[in-house]
């Protein structure tokens, strides 16, 4: 089965300093969804990327999509405390009639002040 | 206001006793989907659902059970839990029709003895 795969496991910053996530899909996406978990939370969606070579940002979060449209990553600039979760990419793919999303194992970020 | 609820919130139980994890959803989405989260794992599929009376297995089908016999509900049974089903539990909804999005609950912590 499709499988969508995230890193780095864990990321410790500074305060300030970049962060980024990658995800690779061993098939073709028909979209890609990025989605945020506080501590204690439930994933919440951020954003989703459609096409071939997207780029989309929000604030200072940057989210590109590949141009095969297999991978994609998510880059936050000059990050704060408040950044602080894990981030998950899922992959949708089509099949069968039905659109499946499957989940990257995340990306814990951490924050130091 | 647009939400995914779960009942109940935290559980502790013993082994072989069963038990039902309910989820609602008010937003008259189609497909439903149960996920458990362990450490280091992710977000692993249990069961979903396209529509009323229309369930699949997930990746991690083992142990438990779904019913849909309305749209809006998708319960989760476990008939006769065993310790290693002690994980975080999240409902999830989203719209079929319009790719995108997907609605978590607020997670549902099982713990069983």
């Known amino acids: 089965g499709q499988q969508v795969m995230q890193i780095p496991q864990y990321q410790h910053v500074q305060e300030g300093e970049d962060f980024t996530t990658y995800c690779n899909s061993s098939?073709?996406?028909?979209?890609i969804q990025w989605y945020k978990q506080r501590p204690g939370g439930h994933p919440v969606f951020l954003i989703q990327?459609?096409?071939?070579?997207e780029v989309k940002k929000q604030k200072r979060l940057t989210f590109q999509f590949g141009e095969a449209k297999k991978n994609s990553s998510l880059h936050i600039t000059a990050t704060q405390t408040t950044d602080v979760g894990t981030y998950f990419c899922a992959g949708l793919s089509s099949g069968a009639g039905s659109y499946q999303l499957t989940f990257g194992k995340g990306t814990k970020l951490s924050v130091i002040p | 206001e647009a939400q995914v609820t779960q009942n109940p919130r935290y559980l502790i139980t013993v082994t072989g006793k069963k038990l039902t994890v309910t989820c609602s959803q008010n937003m008259n989405h189609e497909y439903m989907s149960w996920y458990r989260q362990d450490p280091g794992l992710g977000l692993r599929q249990i069961y979903y659902s396209m529509n009323v009376e229309v369930t699949d297995k997930g990746d991690v089908p083992e142990g438990y059970k779904v019913s849909r016999k309305e749209k809006r509900n998708f319960p989760l049974i476990l008939e006769s839990p065993s310790p290693n089903q002690t994980s975080l539990y999240f409902c999830?909804?989203?719209?079929?029709?319009?790719?995108?999005?997907?609605?978590f609950g607020p997670g549902t912590r099982l713990t069983v003895t």
């Open positions: 098939t073709t996406l028909s979209n």
């Open positions: 990327l459609v096409k071939s070579g």
């Open positions: 999830a909804s989203r719209n079929v029709q319009r790719v995108g999005e997907q609605y």
